[in-house]
Nanobody, 123 residues
Framework: QVQLVESGGGSVQTGGSLRLSCVAS??????MAWFSQVPGKEREGVAA???????YYAESVKGRFTISQDNAKNTVYLQMSSLKPEDSGMYYC???????????????????WGQGTQVAVSS
C-alpha cells in the first residue's frame, strides 16, 4: 500500500508563490500527479510527472507551475508561481501504476491519493 503525504499549502496573495511537497512511501508509482478541487466540483488534473521526468500540465497552469521529483527523497514537488485566486482549492497528490493515456491527467487513472493540502490565494 502506497501512502502519500502532502505539505506546503497555505494562504498567499495574488502573484505569490507556494511549493507543495508529497512524500511517497514506498515510491513505486510510475506516474505521479497533482490535482486541485474546490467544493462542489470534481478534482482537476494540474500536473503530472513520469518516472523518466516527462511532465504534463493543465493549460491553465502552464508557465506558472512546475512539477518535479526527487527520487532520493521519495518526494514530488509542485512549485506554484504567479498564483491567482482561481488557483485556490484543496491540492491532492496522486500516484498510479496503471497505464495512462499520455498527456492526460484524469483522476480515475490514479489509485493512490494523499489527504490534501489547502491553497488559498487572495486578491
Amino acid at each position: 500500500q502506497v501512502q502519500l503525504v502532502e505539505s506546503g499549502g497555505g494562504s498567499v496573495q495574488t502573484g505569490g508563490s507556494l511549493r507543495l511537497s508529497c512524500v511517497a512511501s514506498p515510491y513505486t508509482a510510475t506516474l505521479m500527479a497533482w490535482f486541485s478541487q474546490v467544493p462542489g466540483k470534481e478534482r482537476e488534473g494540474v500536473a503530472a510527472i513520469y518516472v523518466a521526468d516527462k511532465t504534463y500540465y493543465a493549460e491553465s497552469v502552464k508557465g506558472r507551475f512546475t512539477i518535479s521529483q526527487d527520487n532520493a527523497k521519495n518526494t514530488v514537488y509542485l512549485q506554484m508561481s504567479s498564483l491567482k485566486p482561481e488557483d485556490s482549492g484543496m491540492y491532492y497528490c496522486a500516484g498510479t501504476t496503471n497505464a495512462v493515456v499520455e498527456g492526460t491527467i484524469e483522476a480515475d487513472d490514479y489509485n493512490y491519493w494523499g489527504q490534501g493540502t489547502q491553497v488559498a490565494v487572495s486578491s
